[in-house]
């Protein structure tokens, strides 16, 4: 209880710093949001994390990923930077980390692992678009598999988040809850990433299909967009709705992920399915949708 106590505190100090400082996230052209709100919210978990979970592998592991990201905060890095990055750190935990690698059951090469952890990353990233989104997603998934300081130190800082937000998760922050929660999940499902891709469902789905979408209309799958999920039910019914639908539906995969039982992934195609469906219904403008 006290990470989220701490971490509510130092949210607060470091948003007053980052107004004097001019550390804000500025609205442009690809950002839904109408005035600079501070990226602070990673940095505040990561110093929670830094007192109570310092010896803590996945938190160990997260590190490179969350200086990579405040750099990208504060320098918008190239994608090959961070691409470049991210597998290393994938290759470092697949090193360190002694753990048979498995899809459903069955063994795979330990490098579909450091294929996996870039995606799962970069979908973490992905999702990080609508106030509370990752934020939500990432609580109650922490919460799943035990990892319970990760998940009051992000307790602390939601009602920051929550739209309309005052503190942005930031790069930072995408990066070190995608490093965090990808390494933990692999463990926690004794390194399937079958069952851990279940349980991280949303941010995948969301990873695949903004890069099909993107390859589709011919442009460069790894550039930023307006056109996730979570951009366009947003503008067709508000953001408090699309945050409590978006999160219902992790929800769901979260608990699709931990029965470890195969042929649920026929209910994550189903559910996948009703999120592409409704998706294309709204980007069509279709007024006669209600939810």
Known sequence: MWEAIISFFLTSVLSVFAKKTGFLDHPDSRKSHGRAVPPVGGVSIFLTLLIF?????????????????????????SYKIKLAVTTLVAVWFST????????????????????????????????????????????????????????????GFLPWNLPDAKVFLGNSGSFLLGAYLSTASVVFFEGDLGYATLFLGFPFYEIVFSFVR????????????????????????????????LVSFSLMFNLLGLSQKF??????????????FTYCVLQRGDGNLKL
């Open 53 to 77: 979970e310092r010896d803590n592998p996945f938190f160990l592991f997260s590190i490179p990923l969350f200086l990579l990201g405040l750099l990208d905060d504060l320098f918008d890095l």
């Open 214 to 245: 993107r390859l589709v209309v011919k442009k460069n799958p790894f550039s930023p967009d307006e056109k996730h999920t979570h951009h366009v039910f947003s503008r067709k019914i508000g953001k408090w709705k699309t945050l409590l639908i």
């Open 263 to 276: 042929y649920l992934i026929l209910l994550y195609v189903v559910l996948c399915c009703v999120l592409l």
């Open 96 to 155: 360190a980390v002694t753990i048979e690698v498995s899809i459903f059951g069955a063994r795979i090469h330990p490098v579909f692992f450091v294929i996996w952890f870039v995606g799962m990353v970069n979908a973490f990233n992905a999702v990080d678009g609508l106030d509370g989104l990752l934020s939500g997603i990432s609580l109650f998934s922490s919460l799943m598999i035990g990892e319970r300081s990760l998940a009051f130190s992000i307790i």
